[in-house]
């Protein structure tokens, strides 16, 4: 019993003189690995069409029934997306959200994305449901950013169960 106090102490001792590790968080982020699953994203083609083409696999695969997809037909004179349809609402609960990548998984076009930003408050539950507006890249960002260690290896971005590396 005494050995193990003399044990723990000696532990607890090291500890003492060893010059804290502290990470200055706001203006220091902490990098994340490379099969993080952060906030969602809604990608698009290179053309500026949108990747989603409604058809809610995503809203069927996720466990926490956080995903709402309402489709509608698509516009031949001024399409929205590659397909048929498009959707015409797309919201995420981000409250219920448990990030486990079966979206990601479950998409046909590679439409959503679980990026790498981990920065996630909300003040309002209302803030906390992501609509497509919020969701959808830039038409200028096509398939948006590569992650960091992909461009190092010069491999384009892919859903993570495609990734070899």
């Known amino acids: 019993m005494l050995n193990e106090l003399l044990k ?7 500890y003492l003189l060893r010059q804290p590790f502290t990470v200055e968080y706001p203006e220091v982020k902490r990098p994340v690995r490379e099969r993080f699953r952060g906030r969602h994203e809604l990608k698009r083609f290179a053309n500026g069409l949108e990747r989603c083409i409604g058809c809610a696999l995503c809203a069927a695969a996720c466990p926490a029934d956080a995903i709402l997809v309402i489709p509608a037909e698509n516009d031949p004179e001024k399409p929205h997306s590659a397909g048929e349809r498009y959707a015409q609402k797309y919201e995420i609960n981000m409250l219920h959200c448990i990030f486990c990548g079966y ?3 479950a998409c046909p076009t590679n439409a959503i994305v679980l990026e790498h930003q981990y920065e996630l408050s909300f003040y309002d539950r209302r803030e906390a449901i992501f609509t497509k507006e919020k969701l959808l890249v830039s038409a200028d960002q096509g398939q948006g950013e590569m992650p960091p260690l992909l461009a190092k290896l ?6 993570p169960a495609q990734i070899d590396l």
């Open 8 to 14: 723990g102490l000696k532990t607890t001792g090291e």
């Open 154 to 159: 010069n491999k384009r971005p892919s859903p």
């Open 103 to 105: 979206c990601e998984d």
